[in-house]
């Protein structure tokens, strides 16, 4: 008998070590998405600043020329 409840016990923790591990790798493919989202909004990111980078120095010379043309 006792040795029939162990096995039962065995058998449980054995279930719930399978779901457990499932679990883990559903949360890392979570963690991976979440992880090329992040990769790629950082890009994006860093285009639009060099972008706007690009633009304020454009306006700067278009500010110098208009300037240079009202002397």
Same mark, same amino acid.
């Given at each position: 008998? +006792?040795?029939?409840e $162990? %096995?039962?016990? %065995?058998? @449980?923790?054995? =279930?719930?070590? *399978?779901?457990? =591990?499932?679990?883990? %790798?559903? +949360?890392?493919?979570?963690? !991976?998405? $979440?992880?090329r989202? %992040?990769?790629?909004?950082? =890009?994006?990111?860093?285009?639009?600043?060099?972008? $706007?980078?690009? *633009?304020?120095?454009? @306006?700067?010379?278009?500010a110098?020329? *208009? =300037? $240079?043309e !009202? *002397?």
């Amino acid at each position: 008998m +006792h040795t029939q409840e $162990l %096995l039962c016990q %065995l058998e @449980r923790a054995n =279930e719930k070590t *399978i779901e457990n =591990e499932k679990l883990m %790798l559903e +949360h890392q493919e979570k963690v !991976n998405r $979440l992880q090329r989202r %992040l990769s790629q909004a950082e =890009e994006r990111a860093a285009t639009a600043s060099q972008q $706007l980078s690009t *633009i304020n120095m454009q @306006r700067k010379k278009a500010a110098s020329l *208009i =300037e $240079l043309e !009202n *002397i």
